[in-house]
């Protein structure tokens, strides 16, 4: 027998947009559940660093009540920057001077200050959502692959990329970008990977050319995170197990610097391969009543404007402020909220589609340098 709870404000999704907005919410005396496939909080790790920009992430953190619990996690040293080309030559080296305004963070830590503000229960794990359905009157019943099934009388998707909710709205699915990456880790980075670590610097390093690169950055806890990053068919690498990856992706590298293809070659554990998929630019939908979406689930884009995790905090926000400000009148909150969010999703998902034809394109180091050192 299926077991049905009705919840007045749901949300599915327990990453960073998701808890911002319960969160916000929490602030305002406004109750929401949310549900999350994964088994725990410590099912999985949750990604590399994120910077938090002065302009998004940190005034939704601002909004949520969390500035100091945010500003005790910052990596110091994160936003040094490095730019070199295929033959290793250092373009640029930027050090973190401490007064930029994208402050880097871990995002296991961003999230665990996200979940530990939260009250105890708001968060329901393990409840893979398997079909969402709409019952008339704005209100939508959510089955769960447990057996379990809610109600709700305001559905929010946080559900990322493949959202479930999504479909309710809009007949849009991410696409293929072009670009796919090979994940490693290099740990202990400066005691068992000095050279690595000497090449990389304190913070984000980038060596771009002919339409490939490698992207990545010292973890706070010392280890480096780092993504060999090629444009190529999706049909890329031809053999997926490790040793076809480690292959594909050496060989897509070759007559690179060996102190760059060593990232690959002295990478401890498995390679991830990851396709890099986004929404149409501008992405919108009608008003539908009952149901909305924030994060990847409503404007997935390219990581290479570094806007992704900081729109979705910012939606989740901004979503809270708007039913806050209107607890009677939640369609109108939802029309409000979503206008601006196509707006300014809209110029980050335009941004990003451009700096990923500037990173993998004919010459990335000149591009990059010309926008890194301009003067406003």
């Known amino acids: 027998m299926t077991t049905t709870t009705h919840h007045p404000l749901a949300v599915l999704g327990g990453g960073l947009g998701g808890l911002l ?43 949520a009540g969390l500035t100091e619990g945010f500003r005790a996690i910052v990596h110091p040293g994160g936003q040094a ?27 296991g830590d961003l999230r665990d200050l996200l979940l530990g503000s939260l009250p105890a229960g708001t968060v329901h794990w393990g409840r893979k959502a398997v079909a969402v359905e709409p019952l008339g009157g704005g209100r939508h019943r959510v089955a769960f692959a447990d057996g379990g099934a809610i109600t709700t009388d305001l559905l929010v998707g946080a559900d990322g990329a493949w959202s479930k909710v999504r479909p309710l709205l809009s007949a849009a699915r991410p696409a293929y970008t072009g670009v796919s990456f090979v994940e490693a880790d290099l740990h202990d980075a400066a005691r068992r990977h000095p050279g690595a670590a000497a090449l990389l610097g304190g913070g984000m390093f980038m060596a771009l050319g002919d339409g490939r690169g ?20 999706e049909d890329w690498p031809p053999a997926t197990d490790q040793a076809g990856l480690r292959d594909a992706a050496l060989a897509a590298f070759t007559g690179w610097a060996d102190p760059l293809r060593s990232l690959l070659t002295d990478a401890d554990g498995e390679l991830t391969l990851r396709r890099i998929h986004a929404l149409p630019v501008g992405h919108r939908w009608e008003r539908t009543p009952g149901v909305t979406l924030l994060g990847d689930a409503a404007h997935l884009m390219s990581p290479f404007a570094g806007e992704g995790a900081n729109l979705a905090m910012q939606d989740g926000a901004e979503l809270a402020l708007a039913l806050a400000a209107r607890p009677d009148d939640p369609e109108t909150a939802l029309h409000t909220y979503e206008q601006d969010m196509f707006t300014r999703a809209g110029a980050s998902a335009a941004a990003s589609a451009a700096s990923l034809d500037l990173m993998f394109g004919p010459d990335p180091v000149a591009g990059l340098l010309k926008m890194f050192t301009d003067t406003p």
Do not use: K, N
């Open 81 to 107: 920057l490095r730019l070199l080309g295929p033959d290793a030559t250092v373009h640029l080296a930027e050090p973190d001077d401490g007064t930029g305004g994208r402050p880097e963070v871990d995002r």
């Open 214 to 233: 490698f992207l990545g950055h010292l973890e706070s806890d010392g280890s480096i995170h780092v993504y060999a990053a090629l444009r190529t068919g």
């Open 21 to 63: 907005l319960a969160r916000v919410l929490h602030v305002h005396g406004i109750p929401a559940a949310v549900f999350d496939l994964e088994p725990g909080p410590e099912a999985r790790t949750q990604g590399g660093m994120l910077d938090i920009h002065h302009d998004s992430g940190q005034p939704a953190l601002a909004a």
